[in-house]
């Protein structure tokens, strides 16, 4: 885990439970203020656990003296009912992080579930499934690590680390091949990928030079066209309206990237709950 994530994961946090907590947690003062408790996580269904990270930090900004047992790993497959991790520390705290510990939680795992469907649909073609940038806003990082621990990949992360010359972008530039020149010259190691409607713009893709061009919405026949003209060095991408019905159709030979926005925008929360128990 890179050190901006574990910036991410620290900030991101602290909002939440500010979000949460406000001027104070009225009722976890129902508690008396020295009363010790142990909880357990539990899963109510099945899914990839992730996470783990966001929960830690959640409990350690509040409490550092509140511990917390992991009994999955990250990325592990869990079945209902099953307890994930115990907690134990000042009652008032494991309940006042409840809530947040388990919004990360349940978000983080339903991307990653939602992960592992749509890799195992590619397994052993040797294409890989990428994200986009339809995620939920100031999540980015988290369900982009999310992603990753359902065994899917990240294109870019935003608008800073690769070009994505679109249509509007084409339009404003006069062109592919202008924008594509342009694009070398504002900052020549990043990469350059364009997307394409038609294969006469495709052809103009892969004369201007594009490291990775995008097909977006092709019929099969036109896929199958743009691979049989495909050149050496160049990257195909496949993206538009790809879900786990149809993903593998399209995970054909010579095509190196599936993209779709259904791993971070359409995931389902999983379900999760605490038990607590006063020591």
Known sequence: MNQALLADIAERVALSLAEDIGSGDIT???IPEHSAAQAAIITREDAVLCGRPWVDEVFRQLDGEVTVEWLAEEGAAIAPNQVICQLRGNARTLLTGERTAINFLQTLSGTATIARHYA????????????TRKTIPGLRLAQKYAVTVGG???????????FLIKENHIAACGGISAAVARARNIAPGK?????VETLGEYREAL????????????????VDTAIKLKIEGVKLEISGNLDDANIADVALEGIDYLSSGSLTKHCRAIDFSMRLNTL
Do not use: Q, W
């Open 28 to 30: 976890a003062l129902l």
């Open 120 to 131: 195992a649909k590619v397994a052993g073609t040797g294409v890989r499934i990428l994200d």
């Open 152 to 162: 899917c990949h990240n294109h870019r992360i935003g608008l800073y680390d690769a």
């Open 191 to 195: 990469p350059v990928e364009v997307e």
């Open 207 to 222: 004369g201007a030079g594009a490291d990775i061009i995008m097909l977006d919405n092709f019929s099969l026949a036109d």
